[in-house]
């Protein structure tokens, strides 16, 4: 039940019976009629853009068009009034019992409830972390996999057919580098003394197990081996295992992946050549010279003809080099040939999570794909920003396993992933984010993941007062709830009855953090409740003088149980039933 698109029918049949009638036009757009919550509670329970959006293609003012379905709405089953506010907008305030229905409907269908069809079983590629194979993953690594991971949970939960994807960059340089850098350690296992890393190479801990390994399985063979015999050999190992470590990361914050492709598979099997000389056939790539970046000073620029795409015939700022100054492809280039693969593969829609750092990488992304799939795919990048890890307010020291950075093992290990997955949705993606320590481990309404883990366990404990005063309470189902009246518990209700519009909202907009600030909110009115039973009595959860009270009560808190377990689920968070 989901009494939001409930009535949004309700007012599509309204708009055709009248179009039917000759009171309006026939073959209106009502894609952009929209029922919302209205900031205000004061002004009902819904509101209609309906008169709003459709005045114009009708030939009508708003509030005339508004008075024309408020007459017809305050008619329709469950409402009680519906009024016109400002130039046309229509508030409309439902029967209590409407909403007393939804909350037999979260009991009935459980963690089921908010589960919606409105992706039709569309696929969608959701392609996330894809860090480049060369060490472990790092703090700011954690919010783009938590980000992904739970983005994914939410279009399925709407209806869409999702496939997580890791894009393992494990073609050009980089990887040359980390071959280098694991054959020092592997010299260094069989006993050599290397001195200082080299400067270029890759100095962290991490890299000791690399090369301990790898003497492991073949002894000193490629000790005293040119590095054109080793380095094949080397980086394929070094690659694998660093993937491996990824794996175990991400399986420590509960992430797996359904497919993982390789960049460098895609190079060796000549995709990126075949994609590229389709664009070159239509045109699309030439040899020129771009101008000097923006900030470059003349002496600083040597101008060189460069093979270039033409990005700004899809809605780029600049044309894009495809060639490197020795011939061999940018990264960019085999990002496109990706990018048309996942395409080739059934996915128009694809949604990117990069890194801060990816920013001015957007555009050019966008053009190439709408190039290479002829528009039919839509490319929808979120930039997860930068995460900054304190304690007690001050800037946590570098992790000595990796050297330079914190990994994403050392912040699981310390607070637990439950924790990372919860903090990192406590933010919207475009937003910088404080992860401070001290504060996630508070037990205050200042640390979200407690608040609302305390919610939840609260509703437990609740349970099982309740068992103690009555044992032979019957199933949640059973309990008569018209005896939920007071405006908190009603309030409560019609939090609980957002839930399904929570999810489609979020999944339509892939902005899965606003499942964070929903949970915490509806913690925040269960919290109010109970402390407001504290100050009255009689609004107590258990009323160990009325039994028929308290089921009804424990029902309400059985629904607010359900609806925030299936909301930390959703986030990959496990649900507390105590808090020690």
């Known amino acids: 039940m989901n009494i939001f698109s409930d009535f949004r029918k309700q007012i599509i049949d309204v708009i055709e019976g009248l179009s039917s009638d000759g009171s309006l036009p026939e073959g209106l757009n009502l894609d952009r009629v929209a029922v919302d919550v209205p900031r205000d509670a004061a002004f009902g329970d819904l509101s209609t853009n309906a008169a709003m959006v459709l005045a114009k293609p009708a030939g009508m003012k708003p509030r005339d068009l508004a008075e024309l379905l408020t007459g017809k709405l305050a008619d329709a089953e469950g409402v009680s009034t519906a009024e016109i506010a400002g130039p046309g907008f229509i508030n409309v305030r ?212 460069q093979t270039l795409f033409k990005a700004t015939e899809f809605g780029d700022e600049v044309d894009r080099p495809l060639k490197k100054s020795d011939g061999s492809w940018t990264y960019f280039a085999s990002d496109i040939a990706y990018h048309q693969d996942k395409h080739a593969r059934g996915f128009d829609t694809q949604i990117d999570v990069w890194g801060a750092d990816h920013g001015g990488y957007v555009k050019r992304m966008k053009a190439a794909t709408k190039a290479v799939t002829g528009g039919a795919a839509d490319l929808d990048v979120k930039i997860c920003q930068i995460v900054k890890l304190l304690d007690k307010g001050e800037p946590v020291k570098m992790s000595k396993r990796a050297g330079t950075f914190v990994t994403l093992r050392d912040l699981i290990d310390e607070v637990g992933p439950g924790v990372v997955r919860f903090i990192m949705l406590t933010r919207s993606n475009d937003a910088p984010l404080d992860f401070d320590l001290t504060k996630v481990t508070e037990q205050s309404r200042d640390n979200p993941v407690f608040y609302v883990q305390y919610a939840h366990a609260r ?60 949970l915490y909110e509806l913690a925040a009115a269960f919290h109010g409740l109970w402390t407001k039973g504290k100050e009255q009595t009689e609004l107590r959860f258990i009323v160990e003088s009325d039994r028929a009270q308290t089921h009804a009560r424990l029902a309400m808190v059985s629904g607010v149980r359900t609806v925030i377990a299936s909301g930390l689920e959703l986030m990959g968070v496990e649900p507390l039933e105590e808090l020690r």
């Not at 030439?286 to 600083?300: F, I, N, Q, V």
């Not at 008569?480 to 209700?493: H, K, R, V």
């Open 94 to 305: 439902l029967d209590d019992d409407l909403w007393r229905r939804c909350l037999g409907t979260v009991l009935q269908t459980g963690k089921a409830f908010g589960d919606s069809d409105i992706g039709g079983g569309a696929p969608v590629n959701v392609e996330f972390v894809s860090a480049n194979p060369t060490g472990p993953l790092h703090i700011g690594h954690a919010r783009g996999s938590v980000f992904g991971d739970v983005l994914a949970a939410l279009l399925r939960k709407a209806g869409y057919a999702v496939t997580r994807e890791y894009y393992i960059n494990d073609a050009g340089a980089q990887v040359d580098v980390l071959a280098r850098s694991a054959h020092l350690r592997y010299r260094e296992a069989l006993g050599e003394a290397i001195g200082q890393i080299p400067e270029g190479l890759y100095p962290g801990e991490y890299m000791k197990a690399v090369g301990a390994a790898l003497a492991e399985r073949d002894g000193d063979r490629w000790q005293e081996s040119l590095e054109s015999e080793w380095l094949p050999v080397v980086r394929s190992f070094a690659i694998d295992t660093m993937m491996d470590l990824v794996r175990d990361d991400l399986a420590a914050l509960g992430i797996t992946f359904d497919v993982f492709t390789s960049e460098r598979g895609l190079v060796e099997q000549g995709r990126v050549d075949t994609v590229l000389d389709g664009l070159e056939a239509r045109g699309l790539i030439y040899t020129g010279t771009l101008e000097p970046p923006k900030g470059k000073k003349p002496d600083d620029w040597e101008p060189r003809p």
């Open 459 to 518: 509703c437990h404990s609740v349970a099982r007062m309740a068992a103690d005063a009555f044992p032979d309470l019957d199933a949640d189902q059973t309990a008569d709830l018209g005896l939920l009246t007071d405006e908190a518990e009603l309030a409560l209700i019609k939090l609980l009855a957002q839930w399904p519009r929570v999810i489609e909202g979020a999944a339509q907009a892939h902005e899965p953090h606003r499942i964070a600030y929903y």
